[in-house]
T-cell receptor, first 112, second 114 residues
């Protein structure tokens, strides 16, 4: 989940296992949510998005779940691979289109 | 070639110096943003621009200024750099026509202020 501080939460997962990365968002009026992946030395890259009128959306090997009741978002990665190692950010949009607020990120480490 | 290009990629400067980070995009998007990334703090919005004549402050605009020279160009300036502006800076774009809210990021500009 989100936290303010210098230490990035880290999730360590064995290759082939499923990963679940969680995010608590702040604004109940947010209508759109995105997960980004950031590899070392690169800019964030879009993974998957979901609108607030949905509670689940699936992509290739990834699923996003949205629970508006508790303001919680999760990213599930199936059969995690070494290339999935990165920092993952959730972002929420409230009000003005395209103005996103980002969470602090979770580092995913994939062990062999 | 990258769709969103930032220059310089790395810069070391001294306190009090003026610094400009430049961003150009070939995506044809109307909206552009500057974010700052610090360890453990995620991405924070500095300034954003929804078109050439529109400039808006983000959550941490103090000490920064921007210029939208053209639809494809958006620069960030630090008039008098200070050490706590040491960070990784990202430019991003989005398309209001598509309206999804997805941001497309550049590769980042790492700034160190001594």
């Amino acid at each position: 989940g989100e936290s303010v501080g210098l230490h990035l939460p880290t999730l360590s997962v064995q290759e082939g296992d499923n990963s679940i990365i969680n995010c608590a968002y702040s604004n109940s009026a947010s209508d759109y949510f995105i997960w980004y992946k950031q590899e070392s030395g690169k800019g964030p890259q879009f993974i998957i998005d979901i609108r607030s009128n949905m509670d689940k959306r699936q992509g290739q090997r990834v699923t996003v779940l949205l629970n508006k009741t508790v303001k919680h978002l999760s990213l599930q990665i199936a059969a995690t691979q070494p290339g999935d190692s990165a920092v993952y950010f959730c972002a929420e949009r409230t009000g003005t289109a395209s103005k996103l607020t980002f969470g602090t990120g979770t580092r995913l480490q994939v062990t062999l | 070639d990258a769709d969103v290009t930032q220059t310089p990629r790395n810069r070391i400067t001294k306190t009090g110096k003026r610094i400009m980070l430049e961003c150009s995009q070939t995506k044809g998007h109307d909206r552009m943003y500057w974010y700052r990334q610090d360890p453990g703090l995620g991405l924070r919005l500095i300034y954003y621009s929804f078109d050439v004549k529109d400039i808006n402050k983000g959550e941490i605009s103090d000490g920064y200024s921007v210029s939208r020279q053209a639809q494809a160009k958006f620069s960030l300036s630090l008039e008098s750099a200070i050490p706590n502006q040491t960070a990784l800076y990202f430019c991003a774009t989005s398309d209001s026509v598509r309206g999804t809210g997805e941001l497309f990021f550049g590769e980042g500009s790492r700034l160190t202020v001594l």
